[in-house]
């Protein structure tokens, strides 16, 4: 968990602490995905309200989006989330989202990147999943998810967890596969974790909205194996993690890819799939080890 001001520093308007007042978050999936990355700086103590405003959007988005689900079939795998395509030209990174990252990626063009999204609940606790994300080892924890996982560069790794900085930092130098392994990517992501514990900005909003937010992204082009299918230009990844009860919380995955090929359709529906169901499979993994 993030550390967190006096009780007596929160309660002063945030112009009295020479800083700019919360954002509001909006309603729509992919502008609260944008706004999260948007608002993940931890220097602006503004941004703590900001994501939990987004917080209590993106739960209910998904409460909305799971009954609507359940409603047209009554067979329908909850435990999978709800899941959607981010092809719209408003669902995309523009320049101004990549531009300020650090170290800034090779490839700043976000609208080049189609991305999908996965929401869920999950019984993993914030304390869990700081254990099984700051862990090494990754290859053991999800075996069926990289063919290849190595770490370096690890930062804030016993302070974070303690709730003594304020975030955690590492690289990760990973292979993976895709259409069944035979395609493989191999990428090299800068990743970034921290925590937010804040009230949301709306006037019925009584409890803090305590979660986590993390976004990864290729710092250079990657590999693609085999060479013939085209080019890896970019992947960007973000995490949104928050308490609903003390035994619920809601997990938002999602992640934009850029694959260039003259051979396939790489925003078709058949790669967008292939996205999707890896990302929840890696959740319901993910929910198996804290179990």
């Not at 509001?24 to 999936?29: D, F, I, M, V, Y």
């Not at 170290?103 to 999908?116: C, H, L, R, S």
């Not at 996965?118 to 999943?129: F, G, K």
């Not at 800068?190 to 803090?208: S, V, Y």
Request: with cysteine; hydrophobic share 40%.
């Amino acid at each position: 968990m993030t550390r967190l001001p006096s009780p007596l520093l929160l309660a002063l308007p945030v112009f009295a602490l020479g800083c700019t007042p919360p954002d509001p978050a909006p309603s729509a999936l992919s502008d609260l995905l944008i706004f999260g990355m948007q608002n993940f700086d931890t220097s602006d103590v503004s941004n703590e309200r900001s994501l939990a405003d987004a917080a209590a959007n993106f739960e209910t988005w998904y409460d909305e989006a799971l009954a609507e689900a359940v409603a047209e079939d009554p067979d329908y795998d909850t435990n999978l989330g709800v899941s959607r395509g981010l092809t719209d030209e408003s669902a995309r990174l523009s320049e101004d989202e990549l531009l300020g990252l650090d170290p800034a990626p090779e490839v700043i063009t976000g609208e080049d990147a189609v991305g999908v999204v996965v929401v869920r609940d999950t019984h993993c606790s914030l304390a869990e999943l700081d254990s099984l994300y700051l862990r090494d080892d990754q290859t053991t924890l999800f075996p069926d998810n990289y063919i290849a996982y190595e770490r370096s560069g690890q930062e804030g790794y016993d302070c974070f967890p303690a709730g003594e900085c304020d975030e955690a930092r590492w690289i990760t130098d990973l292979t993976s596969g895709i259409v069944n392994n035979t395609i493989t990517t191999q990428m090299i992501l800068h990743n970034e974790m921290r925590g937010f514990d804040a009230l949301p900005l709306a006037d019925d909003a009584e409890e803090n909205r305590v979660g986590r937010i993390s976004r990864a992204w290729m710092i250079e082009e990657g590999v693609v194996t085999p060479s013939t299918i085209g080019r890896f230009k970019q992947n960007i990844q973000f995490e949104f993690v928050v308490e609903k009860t003390p035994d619920t919380f809601l997990h938002v995955y999602a992640q934009w890819v850029e694959m260039q090929s003259g051979e396939i359709n790489t925003e078709g529906a058949f790669f967008l799939n292939s996205y999707i169901e890896g990302l929840q499979e890696y959740m319901v993994q993910l929910e198996t080890w804290c179990d």
